[in-house]
């Protein structure tokens, strides 16, 4: 982008999944973000232009897939069609036109009432789940010769499915009851094609297969004699096709990359022509290796003075060089503070958000060693896809917080270079916190509430980075839809 002479303008965007909250009683009526001790967030804040976000519009308890796609520029309402194709592309399934896929779940069946008892088997799932997705891939449907079934294990207790064959539809309903202790469904063809119907039969053939097969699995015979739910059924949702849609480079200009091991999203990078980098020890889950997603992020913006991680090819065994001239648009995706709200655990959801920030501080240090050769000019976005509040354990409706400042000002905010360059580079673990633990009697987290020292540096008046300060920003509040609209003006408006 831009004159030859002046310095490449690259966009580092951290997208901190399941981010917002609201105020509980338990922290004096803050947010989690609000007693976290974030010196880098708030140093974001503190150099640029905040505002409040509702990813996809006001009201809307969303989708993480549904509010990526409104994010970077694309009408969910348009382009949706079922997240079970992102889920499926990025455990590293090919997919074709015509093909049908679900994002689905390792769940635990009673099989006399037909009643799902657990919706996830096991969190952690890392090496179970690839054994039984290679039992159950290419499966063969007795009524259904002519289709091809593929599974691959995703993350957690997840697995992408894929169903290959003549005149399938996506217009169909899943098996998955959404909530424990409800009943199996059957899928049903949502409307009154021949071809969603003929698709829902072949759906529930396969749905009885996988069952079939996980049932005598070995690895459930040990999972019943240890006491540990069995997984002896798949819940199949969000029936999908491949979306075909512009490019995300065509639309917005900017070359983009993308960290994120979480596969439905890494999928929706796959469909918008995002490259998708590769990332040692990074997980999408608690185990996930912040320092290794920002590294990966800082060299792919780097680039060419870096060797660029290797991009992700779903359906090869290879992986591919990354660009060697770089990356423009550089995304990284962090989803343990969501699994921190769909386990109700409230020091995970402070420790992680404090675990990200030191991530954060990771990446502006190795952006700008590489800002200060002149070759570059950096920008730092932070935001969130939706809020997860730690007392709902689900998704809500709340806006999220959203900073945009140009690199050079954050180091200025944060009190010089000095400062930046002490950061330390050392890889570390996210806390280690029981689902559901509580923080009443941590008091460690009532001092974080008065440990805010940040002043306006530039841009608008908010220092701090979080739900309540970020409505006061100069952006207000906005849809998500406008967001790249507001990284591409701020980017030229600072250059």
């Not at 015509?98 to 009643?115: H, P, Y």
């Not at 096991?122 to 599974?151: M, N, T, W």
């Not at 509040?389 to 954050?410: I, T």
């Amino acid at each position: 982008m831009g004159n030859l002479d002046q310095p490449k303008r690259r966009v580092a965007f951290v997208l901190i999944d399941g981010l917002g909250d609201v105020s509980l009683p338990r922290f004096g009526y803050k947010t989690p973000l609000q007693v976290a001790k974030v010196p880098h967030l708030d140093a974001v804040a503190s150099a640029g232009i905040n505002g409040l976000m509702d990813p996809v519009e006001v009201g809307l308890a969303c989708g993480s897939d549904t509010a990526h796609l409104s994010l970077l520029g694309y009408d969910p309402r348009v382009y949706y069609r079922g997240r079970g194709a992102f889920e499926s592309m990025g455990a590293g399934l090919a997919m074709s036109p015509g093909d049908i896929a679900f994002k689905s779940n390792f769940a635990t069946l009673d099989e006399k009432t037909g009643i799902v008892i657990s919706r996830r088997a096991d969190r952690h799932f890392e090496e179970e789940g690839p054994i039984l997705c290679a039992a159950l891939d290419g499966l063969k449907l007795p009524s259904f010769p002519q289709y091809e079934v593929r599974v691959r294990y995703a993350t957690e207790h997840r697995c992408g499915v894929v169903v290959k064959g003549p005149n399938l539809s996506g217009n169909i309903s899943g098996t998955d009851p959404l909530k424990d202790n409800r009943l199996l469904l059957e899928a049903q063809a949502l409307d009154g094609t021949a071809e969603a119907k003929h698709t829902a039969a072949v759906v529930n053939e396969l749905s009885k297969e996988i069952s079939r097969i996980l049932v005598a699995h070995p690895i459930n015979a040990k999972r019943f004699t240890e006491g540990k739910n069995i997984a002896n059924v798949v819940l199949l949702r969000g029936c999908g096709i491949r979306i075909e849609v512009p490019q995300f480079e065509t639309i917005h200009g900017l070359r983009p990359c993308m960290v994120a091991p979480t596969k439905i999203i890494a999928g929706l990078g796959l469909s918008l022509g995002i490259d998708i980098l590769e990332a040692q020890g990074a997980t999408g889950d608690y185990r996930t290796l912040l320092t290794s997603k920002a590294t990966a992020i800082a060299q792919a913006l780097s680039a060419p003075q870096e060797s660029c991680p290797n991009v992700f090819v779903p359906g090869e065994d290879e992986h591919k060089p990354g660009r060697s001239d770089g990356y423009d648009f550089g995304f990284l995706h962090i989803k343990a503070i969501d699994d921190a709200g769909h386990d109700k655990a409230s020091i995970f959801k402070v420790k992680g958000l404090e675990a990200v920030d030191r991530a954060i501080g990771q990446l502006a240090k190795l952006l700008w060693q590489t800002e200060s050769t002149g070759k570059f000019q950096y920008f730092l976005c932070i935001t969130g896809d939706h809020s997860t509040p730690v007392e709902y354990g689900d998704h809500s409706f709340e806006p999220v917080p959203f900073a945009c400042c140009r690199l050079k000002d954050f180091v200025g905010a944060l009190g010089g270079e000095s400062v930046v360059l002490e950061t330390s580079l050392e890889p570390f673990p996210l806390p280690t916190i029981k689902a559901g633990e509580d923080i009443t009697n941590d008091t460690s987290m009532q001092e974080n509430t008065t440990n805010k020292q940040f002043k306006a540096f530039a841009g608008d008046s908010v220092c701090e980075f979080h739900e309540i300060a970020a409505a006061r920003g100069c952006l207000g509040r906005f849809p998500g839809s406008e967001m790249m609209g507001v990284i591409k003006a701020y980017m030229k408006f600072k250059s």
